[in-house]
Nanobody, 123 residues
Framework: QVQLVESGGGLVQAGGSLRLSCAAS????????MGWFRQAPGKEREFVAG????????YYADSVKGRFTISRDNAKNTVYLQMNSLKPEDTAVYYC????????????????WGQGTQVTVSA
C-alpha cells in the first residue's frame, strides 16, 4: 500500500552536508512514524533517526546526534534527513521506512522500506 523513494544521496567530502528526502505514496503518511536506517558493506542495518507522526518527537543514534536532523512535511508526504559535519564512517546506503509500532530503534518495527540511496563521504 505504501511506496517509499529516497533521494539526495551522493558523494561529499568530510565536513560537508547532504539532505536526504523520502517521498511516500498514499494519503495516510501522517498516520505513521518514520525512520531512517543505514547499512555499510559487511555490517548490519542500523538505526539512524526516527520521527513521530506529527514530528513532535525525534530520536537519534548516538553516532549522529548533534550532526543529523530528521524532519517531516506531512503536506508533501516527505521525511527528510539533514546530515551535517559528515564523516567517512557515515558512508552507507541510507533507507527510510514506515513504522508500524514498536521501538523506533528496531528494524522489526518497520514494514515498508525504500530502495535506499548511497551516501559516500571521502576523507
Amino acid at each position: 500500500q505504501v511506496q517509499l523513494v529516497e533521494s539526495g544521496g551522493g558523494l561529499v567530502q568530510a565536513g560537508g552536508s547532504l539532505r536526504l528526502s523520502c517521498a511516500a505514496s498514499g494519503r495516510t503518511f501522517s498516520s505513521y512514524a518514520m525512520g531512517w536506517f543505514r547499512q555499510a558493506p559487511g555490517k548490519e542495518r542500523e538505526f539512524v533517526a526516527g520521527i513521530s507522526r506529527s514530528g513532535g518527537w525525534t530520536y537519534y543514534a548516538d553516532s549522529v546526534k548533534g550532526r543529523f536532523t530528521i524532519s517531516r512535511d506531512n503536506a508533501k508526504n516527505t521525511v527528510y534527513l539533514q546530515m551535517n559535519s559528515l564523516k567517512p564512517e557515515d558512508t552507507a546506503v541510507y533507507y527510510c521506512a514506515q513504522n508500524i509500532g514498536g521501538s523506533y530503534y528496531s528494524v522489526h518495527a518497520y514494514n515498508y522500506w525504500g530502495q535506499g540511496t548511497q551516501v559516500t563521504v571521502s576523507a
